[in-house]
């Protein structure tokens, strides 16, 4: 790979992603951008690119922390800086991979010199190397929670703090953060969202010349990339300049009352949660202003800041899209646009206190009255319109379908998709045992985070050390060693690591019943809400999800495993019912799917939840088939829950002797609510203590 940066000016398009990272090298203080985007769209290209437009900065000699000479960190670990020298260096742009361990983020300490020497040996992390420049993480929401939350409290509180054992060291950590992600990977997390100033959503462009001159420039690049880096040296210059100009008009622009007020309405009008988005939104504007070279910020900054700092913080809810009204931004700015005192501001005048309004509806406009005195026509509210009601009273409610004889199929009959209800909170279903897969928030496991349960020999280098263990091991042979000062003589097999136990993220894979006998409108319509509601507890325990469903002549993987939930509901939205029920077809190509997850990633232990009333239709011998298949799981110890879809007067039993032969749990519809459960112990509880009263 080139060691020649591709221009930032030889981006085709791309606008809204090209301002959001140029306003965060004007202010800093914006808080970062989150670019979210398909694969292949210049993401990483043109956050590479950006650090080569930021001016350089001075730089205290011999400082590892990237210390201002005009304003050093009293708290630097390598200071004081008083008589130090300084020098001028290029702003860093720092890339954050995705598997990186904690201790190289914040920094470690060298612990073994710590203890045999008695020093503060401390090696500075990736936010100390980031401080005054640009902190790039790609993928952000493939990264652990607990490396996402260090690093936003980093750039939330411009420093960093390093607790080991007693040992405490804290230094600056001010960077421009800029995080990547593609939503099809899974989502980041609303209130990790909220972290980032701003959002920016880019999809490739559908226009053929522009798709043209994006390949034309890239083969370009890759064939000489130091002269295509040349053909665009002076316009990369410009930009560097305008950045330049820009930081030093920031502190004279001057946000105006209205221009304030109209960000506090619009922040309040969208339900925004919270006061980050108001103080982003006028630390956005401001840096727009500046941008453009105006020291008074404007109604159109207001209107971009908005668009740039609020989709983001409108989710109220996982499965929502970000996104913003336009129409209701515009009516916002527009109420607000006058001063508070302005005569405009009162309800029913002209400016002149007699209330007339010349341009108002005159007799027949809409919302007047009309030639006949009355208002605008009403809609009718009598009856339904008669085809409406021929139509409905064709469509009687159709008995569930009865099993068809295998030597006389009958085509599948499907039903138009149903919504889904309201999700609600669920029981929260574990794998039994402890595991060793990746950071999360279902099923016990040993985790690099969590509360410390043991001590043992380290397993590679040695990053948690177990104090009390470690001296514990060494204390025996200190005389046996000629121990004579106050350190200890320790040697490499005395060290102990702490083995931490926390939770674990599972792989939750959905085999959902979508045959003729789940097809009954409102039934599917609680079903689906239900796995809706389990989808939403897989999204924020981190889990991996995949849904197969079988209905008809087999079973279809509808959604492979993947991190985006977000996908998984939209794939259960759409998805239609009807024909046979071939439970079988079901579990056994849920059988394969953990067969091949399984060499994928052997480390995360999976959960099966079978979505089903429990009968087997399709084929001689179904019911026998699906128990056998069944066995497989039980077998090899899978993690099972059963939602019993059976509704009616009349219940078989037949999910909860599924549920038998798997080797797990059956939960009605009722159960899986969390408050239900929470019911249920309550009056338990109640009634027991009401025994033991009248006992005495």
């Keep these: 790979m080139s060691d020649v940066r591709?221009?930032?000016?030889?981006?085709?398009?791309?606008?809204?992603?090209?301002?959001?990272?140029?306003?965060?090298?004007?202010?800093?203080?914006?808080?970062?951008?989150?670019?979210?985007?398909?694969?292949?769209?210049?993401?990483?290209?043109?956050?590479?690119?950006?650090?080569?437009?930021?001016?350089?900065?001075?730089?205290?000699?011999d400082c590892r922390f990237s210390c201002d000479p005009a304003a050093p960190d009293p708290q630097c670990p390598d200071g004081p800086h008083a008589?130090?020298?300084?020098s001028e260096r290029p702003s860093q742009l720092v890339e954050l991979p995705v598997g990186v361990a904690e201790d190289r983020i914040v920094g470690s300490l060298d612990l073994e010199r710590a203890l045999a020497e008695g020093v503060k040996a401390y090696e500075p992390g990736l936010l100390a190397k980031a401080h005054r420049g640009v902190l790039y993480i790609d993928e952000v929401n493939l990264l652990q929670d607990h490396v996402v939350d260090l690093l936003l409290d980093a750039a939330a509180m411009g420093r960093s703090y390093v607790e080991?054992?007693?040992?405490?060291?804290?230094?600056?950590?001010?960077?421009?953060?800029?995080?990547?992600?593609?939503?099809?990977?899974?989502?980041l997390r609303p209130q990790l969202l909220d972290r980032f100033g701003l959002t920016v959503e880019i999809a490739a462009t559908r226009d053929p010349a522009e798709r043209a001159e994006v390949v034309r420039r890239r083969l370009a690049y890759d064939a000489d990339p130091a002269g295509f880096a040349a053909r665009f040296a002076g316009e990369e210059r410009a930009l560097a300049e305008r950045i330049t100009a820009a930081r030093e008009l920031l502190p004279k622009v001057e946000l105006t009352d209205v221009a304030l007020r109209q960000i506090t309405a619009v922040c309040a009008a969208f339900e925004v949660d919270g006061l980050r988005a108001d103080i982003v939104m006028a630390r956005t504007a401001v840096a727009l202003a500046a941008w453009d070279g105006r020291a008074e910020v404007l109604e159109e900054d207001v209107r971009k800041a908005a668009q740039l700092a609020l989709p983001h913080r409108r989710r109220r809810n996982p499965f929502d899209a970000p996104g913003l009204d336009e129409e209701q931004l515009d009516r916002t700015l527009?109420?607000?646009?006058q001063p508070e005192d302005s005569p405009e501001d009162s309800p029913g005048t002209d400016g002149d206190g007699d209330g007339d309004d010349p341009d108002g509806p005159g007799p027949g406009d809409d919302?007047?009255?009309?030639?006949?005195?009355?208002?605008?026509?009403?809609?009718?509210?009598?009856?339904?319109?008669?085809?409406?009601?021929?139509?409905?009273?064709?469509?009687?409610?159709?008995?569930?379908?009865?099993?068809?004889?295998?030597?006389h199929p009958a085509p599948a009959r499907e039903s138009a998709p149903v919504a889904a209800g309201d999700p609600y909170r669920t029981r929260l279903f574990a794998v039994r045992g402890t595991g060793h897969g990746a950071q999360g928030r279902r099923s016990p496991a040993e985790t690099d985070?969590?509360?410390?349960?043991?001590?043992?020999?380290?397993?590679?280098?040695?990053?948690?050390?177990?104090?009390?263990?470690?001296?514990?091991?060494?204390?025996?042979?200190?005389?046996?060693?000629?121990?004579?000062?106050?350190?200890?003589?320790?040697?490499?097999?005395?060290?102990?690591?702490?083995?931490?136990?926390?939770?674990?993220?599972?792989?939750?894979l959905f085999v959902v019943d979508?045959?003729?006998?789940?097809?009954?409108?409102?039934?599917?319509?609680?079903?689906?809400?239900?796995?809706?509601?389990l989808l939403m507890d897989a999204y924020q325990r981190r889990d991996k999800i995949g849904m197969i469903t079988f209905r008809g002549a087999g079973a279809e993987l509808a959604l492979p495993p993947t991190s985006s939930v977000e996908v998984g509901a939209a794939r259960l939205e759409s998805l239609p019912t009807g024909g046979r029920t071939p439970l079988a077809a079901g579990l056994l190509r849920a059988?394969?799917?953990?067969?091949?997850?399984?060499?994928?990633?052997?480390a995360r232990r999976p959960l099966v939840v079978v979505v089903t009333d429990g009968r087997a239709t399709g084929g001689r011998d179904a019911l026998a088939q699906s128990r056998r298949a069944a066995g497989l799981f039980a077998a090899q110890g899978v993690a099972s829950v059963v939602l019993d879809c059976e509704s009616g007067p009349v219940r078989l039993g037949l999910a909860r002797t599924l549920a038998g032969h798997l080797g797990g749990t059956a939960v009605t519809l009722d159960e899986l609510r969390a408050e239900g459960v929470a019911s249920l112990v309550r009056d338990s509880r109640d009634n027991r203590a009401t025994t033991m009263r009248k006992a005495a």
Excluded: C, W
């Design 164 to 187: 080991r054992e007693g040992v405490s060291v804290r230094h600056a950590a001010r960077f421009l953060l800029v995080g990547t992600m593609n939503p099809e990977e899974g989502e």
């Design 591 to 602: 059988h394969e799917v953990l067969r091949i997850e399984r060499l994928r990633d052997p």
């Design 83 to 86: 008589s130090s020298g300084s």
């Design 6 to 61: 591709y221009p930032f000016t030889a981006v085709v398009g791309m606008t809204d992603l090209r301002l959001g990272l140029l306003l965060n090298a004007v202010s800093p203080a914006v808080g970062g951008v989150l670019v979210r985007g398909e694969k292949g769209t210049a993401k990483s290209t043109m956050v590479r690119a950006l650090a080569g437009l930021l001016p350089s900065i001075a730089t205290v000699d």
């Design 514 to 533: 979508a045959s003729g006998s789940m097809a009954a409108r409102q039934r599917m319509t609680a079903v689906k809400g239900a796995v809706l509601s």
């Design 449 to 508: 985070s969590g509360y410390t349960v043991r001590a043992r020999r380290p397993q590679g280098a040695l990053s948690r050390l177990h104090l009390t263990a470690t001296l514990q091991a060494a204390a025996p042979h200190q005389v046996a060693r000629g121990r004579s000062g106050a350190a200890l003589v320790l040697r490499k097999d005395d060290f102990r690591e702490q083995v931490r136990k926390g939770r674990e993220s599972n792989l939750v």
């Design 367 to 407: 919302g007047g009255p009309g030639p006949d005195g009355g208002g605008a026509p009403e809609p009718e509210s009598g009856p339904q319109a008669p085809e409406a009601a021929a139509s409905d009273a064709a469509a009687p409610d159709l008995p569930e379908q009865q099993p068809v004889p295998a030597q």
């Design 334 to 337: 527009e109420e607000h646009a």
